[in-house]
């Protein structure tokens, strides 16, 4: 009995230390962003680091590649035409 007792220990513990190096190394940084949410502090350093970002765009002469403004244009012309020909009906 106290053999069983020894060799599950050991394996609870080679277990939980391999779950540790492996596995809890990858959550250990979500649980880090999602308490960013949770506490107030957080959320002011989430708000002024967006808020630096818009800054940094707005201060571009461009803000979007051309690729990227010619694929938006398309789709709020699509969008557009699609909203008028509801209100035809």
């Known amino acids: 009995m106290r053999g069983f007792i020894y060799k599950t ?27 960013k949410f949770t506490d107030e502090q957080g959320r002011k350093e989430l708000i002024n680091k967006l808020r630096k970002e818009m800054r940094k765009g707005l201060a571009k002469e461009n803000i979007l590649k051309e690729e990227d403004r010619v694929l938006i244009y398309k ?14 009906n």
């Open 75 to 88: 789709f709020y012309n699509k969008v557009k035409t699609e909203v008028n020909s509801v209100e035809q």
């Open 9 to 35: 220990i050991i394996i609870a513990f080679i277990f939980i230390i391999g779950f540790e190096f492996t596995i809890g190394k990858r959550i250990d940084p979500i649980v880090e962003n999602i308490n």
